[in-house]
């Protein structure tokens, strides 16, 4: 697989050996053979990715919205209003949870 671009500020990967890079207020996927293909732009700026089960990509942004990002490229608002939300994961069973700049956990719920 090729570099990633530059600029990326998150970074995921997934079981199909796919990259996801966000980049501003997009969402990049660098295909295992290297091919980087545009896929979902949001307002603002991304600043976490995770990979959820049945391969799902969550993205969180700036202003503390979650979205569920599908391969067709479209997304869905999980949640928002994440006050100081600066981190996402999601468990096996999809909860997503989240971390704030004070360092505490929990499940991203506003």
């Keep these: 697989m090729a570099a990633p671009p530059d600029g990326a ?3 995921e990967a ?3 050996g796919n990259l996801y890079l966000a980049r ?24 976490s990715l995770a990979s959820g089960p049945r391969g799902r990509l969550y ?3 700036e202003a503390g919205t979650v979205y569920r990002v599908h391969a ?6 999980v949640t928002k209003g994440l006050k ?3 981190a996402i ?11 704030n700049i ?4 929990g499940p991203a719920v506003p």
Excluded: H, K, Y
Excluded at 26 to 44: A, H, M, Y
Excluded at 72 to 77: L, R, V
Excluded at 102 to 105: A, D, E, F, M
């Design 84 to 86: 100081d939300a600066s």
């Design 59 to 61: 993205a969180l942004d």
């Design 102 to 105: 004070s360092g505490s956990v």
């Design 72 to 77: 067709d490229g479209t997304a869905e608002i």
């Design 24 to 47: 501003g207020a997009g969402i990049f996927q660098v295909t295992p053979d290297g091919e980087e293909i545009s896929l979902v732009n949001f307002e603002r700026q991304v600043i």
């Design 14 to 16: 997934d079981a199909r």
């Design 9 to 11: 500020r998150a970074l």
């Design 89 to 99: 994961a999601v468990d096996r069973d999809g909860t997503v949870m989240v971390t």
